[in-house]
């Protein structure tokens, strides 16, 4: 009977199992088929945090808490975070770099999905010890225990693969300096004699009725000036049109929004030239 108790599923878990499992599963395939990198981050993040919950609902704490801190809240969020900074979009090349890559990961996947169903197949769970036991002397104790005395060979392996992979990474992106570095002072100097922008370039949305770093600052005639936007966001064409067409039909917004309002637009002054309205005659200049 007590074999039973401890074999046996109840309705919350089967229903946590069920709709979770779903959920993990196309975290993981969204994972592998969405276009964009940063969604694909996040859907693996999704993944992870899904996992942290199953290790949460079979008693394992201490993995739950790690899974979502570590995994999920340190390592995802900074490959996140380094694929929004580069900028990976969907018009990157994806064009391979080895030969058969793709083969041969599709026969390692299948290789490695073999493996896990003979693993599962071949697993002999006719003795259940239930959490209460597997716990007994407290989660995490119970875990270094096994750690350090049954899977000790397996942890120090993988210790030492991630460690080799660290330096293995660390080799392949140095590179090493052939020349002396220029000291700021000759930095300059060269720039001046190069005939350079010699002070800072000027900020994006200046005269252009917003502060974003993809809209360029408006020069006194009312141009956009091509220096305050980045080059890369140049280069991708992430660049807003500030032209006087899209000023007048701003202007014109803003008349339509302040009569509905039953405002005038003389009644507030508008803010300086870096906040959100443009001075009167900046702006009837641009609209020209």
């Known amino acids: 009977m007590t074999g039973l108790a401890l074999s046996a599923t109840s309705t919350g878990e089967a229903v946590q199992f069920w709709i979770l499992g779903t959920v993990a599963v196309i975290g993981a395939l969204c994972t592998i088929l969405m276009k964009r990198a940063v969604h694909s981050a996040l859907s693996l993040a999704g993944t992870m945090i899904v996992l942290a919950v199953f290790y949460l609902a079979n008693g394992a704490y201490f993995l739950g808490v790690v899974q979502i801190v570590v995994y999920t809240g340190a390592i995802m969020m900074l490959f996140l975070f380094v694929v929004m900074l580069v900028g990976v979009t969907a018009a990157d090349s994806l064009k391979e770099t080895l030969k058969g890559q793709r083969w041969l990961a599709a026969g390692l996947g299948i290789g490695f999905g073999v493996l896990l169903i003979a693993g599962i197949g071949n697993a002999s769970l006719k003795e259940f010890n239930g959490l209460g036991e597997a716990n007994a002397g407290g989660n995490v104790q119970g875990l270094a225990a096994l750690v350090f005395t049954k899977y000790v060979y397996a942890f120090e392996l993988t210790g030492a693969l991630l460690i080799t992979a660290v330096v293995g990474a660390m080799v392949l992106t140095h590179r090493e300096r052939t020349q002396r570095a220029r000291t700021q002072r000759e930095q ?101």
């Open 188 to 288: 300059s100097e060269a720039r001046i004699r190069e005939g350079k922008q010699i002070p800072p370039l000027p900020a994006p949305g200046v005269y252009a009725r917003h502060n974003a770093v993809d809209i360029p600052g408006l020069l006194p005639d009312g141009t956009p000036s091509e220096l305050t936007v980045s080059k890369t966001l140049r280069e991708r064409g992430q660049v807003r049109d500030v032209s006087g067409e899209s000023l007048a039909e701003l202007k014109a917004l803003e008349r339509r929004s302040e009569d509905w309002l039953g405002r005038g637009s003389e009644d507030e002054p508008g803010p300086g030239p870096s906040g959100g309205a443009a001075p009167k005659e900046h702006t009837e200049g641009a609209t020209k």
